[in-house]
């Protein structure tokens, strides 16, 4: 039996106090730190610290905040901390696959009470114009062709590969009597890079939230993996009420997930938790990050520029697009804007779908910066 | 947990530091504890930093302390099993059913000869002579990453035609990354982590004093202040220390060659910046960095 008194506790209470402030401690990294320590002897406090370090692994950008807990727990010193996300914060997130049952599919859906009014309100409010109608029709025609591709780990047998399929020959020679009668060719297969759209639903972007959505939904339809989001004052995941095929029973569907509409904003907090939590960090891992957004921040703009900045090395391309730079000559003025922009590998152009929809078929054109 | 105390004579950070100065390497306490708890413990060591602050050199410092063969997996965008694991050499096999065909002797042309062994096929078969290097895994795809994952954890992997291949012992293994993306979570627990800043000024110089010859202190010293603050400078890639290595001596050579000393750094400033914008960006600022590095 481990004894969980004496000094093995005031080591795994640090780990614990790590968790607590929302760095990823594995009980097998806990585990090496207490053979690190047992192995260094230790000698002073430089050891356990080097110890913790090296197996517990901090990011290097909270390298200081580690150390400040790490005096705090051990020299009993009180620098000022810097807390990772509250519970409240971690809290500030929905995903749509957990609450509650599948949406129902087919036309005798009944919606009643308060919930269906409300909306409906939404699903009637000023609903795309003809012209947007016409791009959402384009840009679901041509989707499939020109959505961002990335190389796959498997092979498929195919004429003109890029290299030769030396197996399927094999097998083709025991059929022929060991002779080999054609060269055959393979190459890696591709897939549908994720597309992850983050959609501000915040009262500054009241005008364009309908037709935003109507994009996601068409999105959510046409791409073989896509995300869709929605951020105000706080992350909802809408993905899987999209995927329904009405666009009015899914903007519906939708819309009741979504607390927040036409609210205030954070951004920055709402690209936090969904930085926070692994489940949806997982979906952005390589992927094509696409945020509509006018970037107009209520809470701390710096925040908004450290989720952009994690952000940008995990997502494979990083875009924003925002109603206020229809012009050219565009210069980001927002605090939020003016942090996030170097980590962005664009800033674009949001005003109307027609531009969106451009932008988001031309992702896989240019390389990063 | 298995725990080895001591490696190759090697039983503590300090030696380890030790040993690796004797193979021209300096590393600092952080690196050298996180080296020796890697070894010890027989897990990977992860090593992250910007580009050219050394991780490779610490890898191939290790393998040398260690006096092992060093196998180096440089990874890429699209690199798989066949160049990472191991492929069969289907000529070899061919050639053998033919053969076999004429002289009625069965072959089995799944044994050894007709394996190509990959790095990390390689370093499964030969723990005990062989140290891992696994570069840039960030530039690698999250499949590699993922299929490393498994390789990391059992260190064991499996041959459709042959069985599961289990290295006997724990092999070393190095990774390194230069964080232009991040890693899985799940690669970073798996692993013992460092990572590598910048070296401090005085460290830097000793460096240049050990790596270049003929390079007078004086010298080494205007380079380590000069680097250091363009560091500081927003360019596209920062001088590392290899750089800072070869401008001392690029310097000095041309100072024996008859150029005065801050003209010396200035001519030679093209083996420190290799970026057109960075040069035009320093241009007019390089007198004042020379003159306060005190060249």
């Known amino acids: 039996m ?5 000094p093995l506790a005031h080591f795994l209470s640090f780990t614990a106090l790590l968790r607590r402030a929302a760095f990823a401690v594995a009980p097998e990294q806990s585990i090496a730190w207490l053979a690190a320590i047992e192995l260094l002897g230790p000698q002073e406090m430089g050891d356990i610290r080097r110890a913790a370090r090296a197996t517990l692994a901090p990011p290097p950008e909270r390298l200081a905040e580690f150390d400040t807990l790490f005096d ?8 000022a901390m810097e807390t990772g996300p509250s519970e409240d914060e971690r809290l500030r997130a929905a995903d749509d696959s957990s609450v509650g049952p599948e949406p129902i599919f087919g036309d005798d859906t009944h919606e009643s009470g308060d919930k269906a009014t409300a909306a409906e309100r939404l699903a009637a409010r000023r609903f795309a114009a003809g012209d947007d109608r016409e791009a959402l029709r384009h840009f679901a025609r041509a989707l499939p062709a020109r959505a961002p591709r990335r190389r796959g780990y498997r092979w498929r047998g195919a004429r003109g590969g890029s290299s030769s399929d030396v197996r399927r020959m094999f097998r083709d020679a025991m059929r022929n009597a060991g002779e080999f009668v054609r060269l055959r060719r393979r190459k890696r297969r591709s897939r549908q890079r994720r597309i992850v759209l983050v959609v501000d639903v915040s009262g500054s972007m009241k005008e364009r939230t309908q037709a935003h959505l109507a994009f996601a939904h068409v999105l959510a339809r046409g791409a073989e993996r896509a995300e869709i989001f929605t951020i105000g004052t706080r992350l909802t995941r809408i993905t899987r009420a999209l995927r329904l095929r009405h666009r009015e029973q899914a903007l519906a569907t939708a819309s009741r997930l979504v607390g927040d509409w036409d609210g205030g904003t954070r951004i920055g907090e709402a690209l936090g938790a969904f930085l926070a939590i692994p489940r949806f960090c997982a979906l952005a891992r390589g992927a094509a990050l696409v945020v509509l957004s006018d970037g107009l921040e209520w809470g701390d703009p710096s925040a908004m520029g450290e989720a952009m900045a994690r952000f940008s090395r995990i997502a494979w391309r990083s875009v924003w697009l ?15 804007l003016v942090a996030a922009r170097p980590f962005l590998d664009e800033l674009g152009d949001g005003g109307s779908l027609d531009s969106i929809c451009a932008r988001v078929l031309n992702l896989a054109r240019e390389r990063p910066a | 947990m298995p725990v080895r105390r001591s490696i190759v004579g090697i039983g503590s950070p300090h030696e380890l530091e030790e040993a690796l100065r004797a193979a021209y390497y300096l590393a600092d306490e952080g690196l050298s504890t996180a080296a020796y708890l890697a070894l010890a413990l027989g897990k990977p060591l992860l090593l992250e930093g910007a580009p050219g602050v050394g991780k490779t050199e610490a890898a191939k410092a290790i393998g040398g302390v260690l006096g092992r063969k060093l196998l180096r997996l440089q990874c890429y965008e699209g690199i798989d099993a066949a160049a990472a694991l191991y492929e069969w050499n289907f000529p070899r096999q061919m050639l053998a059913l033919r053969q076999e065909n004429t002289d009625g002797d069965p072959v089995d042309i799944y044994h050894d000869e007709f394996l190509i062994e990959r790095p990390m096929l390689a370093c499964l078969r030969h723990p005990e002579e062989t140290v891992l290097l696994i570069d840039e895994i960030d ?3 999250h499949e590699f990453e993922a299929f490393l994952l498994e390789f990391l954890s059992d260190f064991q992997i499996s041959i459709p035609e042959r069985g599961a291949i289990r290295a006997h012992e724990r092999p070393v293994v190095i990774l390194t990354s230069n964080r232009t993306r991040e890693l899985h979570e799940a690669l970073r627990r798996r692993c013992v982590y460092h990572w590598i800043e910048y070296p401090s000024p005085e460290r830097e110089m000793r460096i240049i004093m050990m790596r270049a010859s003929g390079v007078g202190e004086r010298a080494a010293r205007a380079v380590v202040a000069a680097v250091g603050r363009l560091r500081r400078e927003p360019l596209a890639k920062h001088p590392g220390i290899a750089e800072a290595v070869e401008w001392a001596q690029a310097a000095t050579l041309l100072n024996e060659q008859g150029a005065r000393w801050p003209e010396a750094f200035r001519r030679s400033l093209g083996v420190v910046l290799k970026d057109e914008d960075d040069f035009v960006y320093v241009a007019p600022k390089i007198e004042t960095i020379l003159a306060e590095a005190g060249a």
Do not use: Q, V, Y
């Open chain 1, 2 to 6: 481990m004894d969980t008194t004496g």
């Open chain 1, 72 to 79: 705090r727990h051990f020299l009993g010193t009180f620098g």
């Open chain 1, 322 to 336: 925002t109603p206020l730079a229809g012009d050219t000559r565009f210069e980001p003025r927002t605090a939020g």
């Open chain 2, 139 to 141: 530039r690698s795809d």
